[in-house]
């Protein structure tokens, strides 16, 4: 038999079922990093995941001072720390902005010709 799950190769456009090259919680700290200004909602309906989840990776992302969290008004306002380091040993010395750089549009940037 040769058919395949449709999990296990994404169109265009859609999510894989199961697994993701990020965790939630960088998906979040991406979120913030391109909109300080984000709702909850909008973090969960972006990432794919409920308002209390939302909530819980963002209060730990706040606790470990990967993101600073000021009130402004009835919202709050974000800032990431982008000097942090990454917490796998495989991306030693590295830092979190460094993985910001790569996946919010650093890629997208015009190549500089010399």
């Known amino acids: 038999m040769n058919s395949r799950s449709s ?6 456009g859609s999510r894989a079922a199961g697994w993701d090259f990020l965790t939630n919680h960088a998906h979040v700290l991406i979120c913030v990093a391109d909109d300080p200004g984000i ?4 973090i969960a309906a972006a990432v794919g995941i409920t308002e209390r989840a939302a ?3 963002l209060s730990e992302l706040v606790e470990e001072g990967y993101v600073l969290r000021e009130r402004q008004g009835r919202r709050n306002r974000y800032q990431v ?6 917490r ?3 991306v030693n010395g590295r830092e979190v902005g460094d993985l910001l750089k790569v996946l919010s549009g650093a890629a997208r940037e015009p190549s500089q010709s010399t």
């Open 7 to 12: 999990n296990q190769h994404p169109t265009s």
């Open 39 to 42: 709702r909850l909602r909008d």
């Open 55 to 57: 909530h819980r990776i």
């Open 81 to 86: 720390k982008s000097d942090l380091p990454l």
């Open 88 to 90: 796998h040993p495989l």
